[in-house]
């Protein structure tokens, strides 16, 4: 793609999302005119309707309510126009209001579901795609780092991913990229996608052999990472620029083609910060990227996981 090419394109998306930001409206056919922010939670303070999950109740619900409402008042004024939805911990393995507002709201949501990988997880994967999800978030538990992907569930889940096209997505830390690394190897073919740089710097430091292992997975050509969660860490201050080195060799390991941009909304409007730095950090202060770089990061690349 030439500048000029790049540049036309940027500026055709920029004004697509100064329209709906003077809107403030999204229809399905404009879903596609603006960013997409590649991770949010929602949930409702409706328990009657989603009960929540065994060993959750009310007062773990902080905040009470995030309703798409409520993340539109926060998205839309930046020229986010489609969402990824995370399954929320509160319901399990219960997705229903996850897909209930993805089937809501047309076009403008994607989903990443949360499943049991003991209780038959490619027919549950199989299900959850009919309904819209293109991933499906693991985590580690209580496992020890070297064994919690090395179970029967977990390979058949990489296995229907490698199949599909489904995404495996992280929830990590760093301590756990040697074992993703691992199942990489086993299942080239799978999509993999590491949340919130791996968490690095939620301790307030940003240790550099922590980053190169994340840059380590970049040789897994279906390995991309979301560059997120900017109210967590590092100096977990706006406007974050102490997180530009680290998206920088993100950047340059992954390429913008395996990058994307992510709130982790609802917690990165509580506690003093707003949705509106997060993105400022990739469209005005990432001064090193291009227009394209930017198309990529903030659009195309949560597009062809989650939206294809």
């Known amino acids: 793609m030439t500048q000029e ?3 036309r394109s940027f500026n055709k998306t920029s004004a697509a999302i100064a329209a709906v930001t003077a809107t403030g409206a999204v229809d399905a056919k404009d879903a596609d005119a603006g ?10 303070k409706d328990l009657d309707a989603y009960p929540l999950g065994e060993n959750y109740s009310r007062e773990d619900m902080q905040p009470a309510n995030f309703p798409p409402e409520e993340l539109f008042s926060h998205c839309k004024p930046v020229g986010v126009s489609r969402v990824v939805l995370i399954q929320m911990s509160y319901y399990r393995f219960d997705n229903s209001y996850m897909t209930d507002m993805m089937a809501r709201h047309k076009g403008v949501f994607g989903g990443v579901a949360v499943i ?76 993999v996608v590491i949340d919130h740089f791996a968490r ?4 307030g430091q940003i240790r550099k052999e922590d980053v190169d292992n994340l840059c380590n997975i970049a040789k897994h050509k279906n390995a991309s990472v979301k560059l997120s969660a900017y109210y967590a860490l590092g100096k977990k201050a706006e406007p974050y620029t102490d997180l530009l080195p680290m998206i920088r060799r993100c950047l340059d390991a992954y390429g913008p083609e395996r990058c994307m941009w992510a709130s982790d909304g609802p917690f990165q409007v509580v506690g003093g910060h707003e949705y509106a730095p997060s993105i400022k950090l990739i469209t005005d202060h990432a001064d090193f990227l291009s227009d394209s770089d930017r198309q990529l990061i903030l659009c195309k690349t949560a597009e062809r996981i989650f939206f294809s």
């Open 116 to 191: 049991d990988e003991n209780d038959n997880p490619r027919k549950a994967m199989l299900k959850m795609k009919r309904l819209g999800c293109r991933g499906f978030r693991i985590r580690p538990g209580e496992a020890s780092p070297d064994k919690w992907l090395d179970t029967p569930g977990m390979h058949e889940m990489w296995r229907t991913g490698a199949k599909e096209g489904l995404a495996m997505c992280h929830l990590i830390d760093a301590k756990h990229l040697d074992s993703v690394d691992e199942m990489c190897r086993k299942y080239p073919d799978t999509p």
């Open 5 to 7: 090419m790049s540049r």
């Open 35 to 44: 960013w997409i922010d590649a991770h949010v939670h929602v949930w409702t």
């Open 200 to 203: 690095i710097g939620v301790d």
